[in-house]
């Protein structure tokens, strides 16, 4: 019963969100099953993004440094990207959410997938998440693209952990995307190349009713002429404003 009652719960905040995000934000608005399943999972989503984010930023020894999080133009979280392959064949897919810098904080988080394929003697499967910090405007510029690879349009590098490193090296400096992975507990920079990712535009549009580059714009999602973020997304743009003081 009590499940039963949490589960109604979700959807009944999940409605409302989204009939106040509705032109005209009528209370005749409806919306589909399709859609409150897609609305959840983008809770889901910003969650567990969200939780990624400040298990990393815990131990402040190993963390990102704080510094680099305030320079960085937008950030991105990909919890339990499947790694898996057979023989000489192999690749990666995952989904997470992309957050950018707009005055007054963090913008809703923007929901997208990640993937790659990969060649060489491999066999199994494994879990990884990853952390992206977007250093400029131009990196930013790359994700509002249908399709952007990291490393290809985009130079990137490992990015640097701990307190005293954000400026370890001219190339983390100079980088686009400052990349990093967890997997099996151990946090590090990655220099991750070859890595695509898209906009999944159809949860963007079923929970905000736009798509990814209206979102990061930072002017796409607005209430009162100012930027808003549904309640059931907030935990991931929030998370973020822990660590970044602009």
């Known amino acids: 019963m009590k499940s039963f009652r949490r589960r109604f719960a979700s959807a009944l905040l999940c409605a409302v969100a989204f009939t106040a995000l509705t032109p005209g934000g009528g209370a005749t608005a409806q919306i589909s099953k399709k859609e409150r399943e897609a609305q959840e999972e983008a809770r889901e989503q910003s969650t567990k993004a969200a939780k990624v984010f400040r298990q990393i930023m815990s131990t402040p020894e190993r963390a990102i440094p704080r510094d680099l999080i305030e320079k960085a133009e937008a950030v991105a979280?990909?919890?339990?990207?499947?790694?898996?392959?057979?023989?000489?064949?192999?690749?990666?897919?995952?989904r997470g959410v992309i957050s950018r810098?707009?005055?007054?904080?963090?913008?809703?988080?923007?929901?997208?997938?990640?993937g790659g394929g990969s060649i060489g003697?491999?066999?199994?499967?494994?879990?990884?998440?990853?952390?992206?910090?977007?250093?400029?405007?131009?990196?930013v510029k790359g994700l509002l693209e249908d399709k952007f690879?990291?490393?290809?349009?985009?130079?990137?590098?490992?990015g640097p952990?701990?307190?005293a490193a954000s400026a370890s090296t001219d190339i983390q400096l100079r980088a686009a995307i400052l990349?990093?992975?967890?997997?099996?507990?151990?946090?590090?920079?990655l220099e991750?190349?070859?890595?695509?990712?898209?906009?999944?535009n159809k949860d963007n549009v079923a929970v905000y009713g736009m798509k990814a580059?209206?979102?990061l714009t930072g002017t796409g999602l607005q209430r009162d002429g100012k930027p808003y973020i549904p309640p059931s997304v907030r935990s991931f743009p929030l998370q973020l404003s822990r660590y970044s003081r602009k």
Request: glycine share 18%; net charge negative.
């Open 192 to 200: 991750l190349k070859g890595v695509v990712i898209n906009p999944d």
């Open 149 to 158: 690879e990291i490393g290809g349009e985009g130079s990137v590098a490992a």
């Open 179 to 189: 990349s990093y992975s967890r997997s099996k507990g151990l946090f590090a920079g």
């Open 101 to 114: 810098r707009i005055p007054g904080g963090w913008s809703a988080p923007a929901f997208f997938n990640l």
């Open 77 to 94: 979280v990909f919890p339990d990207v499947i790694k898996a392959g057979f023989l000489l064949v192999g690749g990666r897919g995952g």
């Open 161 to 163: 952990v701990g307190r």
């Open 121 to 139: 003697p491999q066999l199994g499967a494994s879990s990884t998440d990853f952390v992206l910090l977007f250093m400029n405007e131009d990196a």
């Open 213 to 215: 580059d209206q979102l």
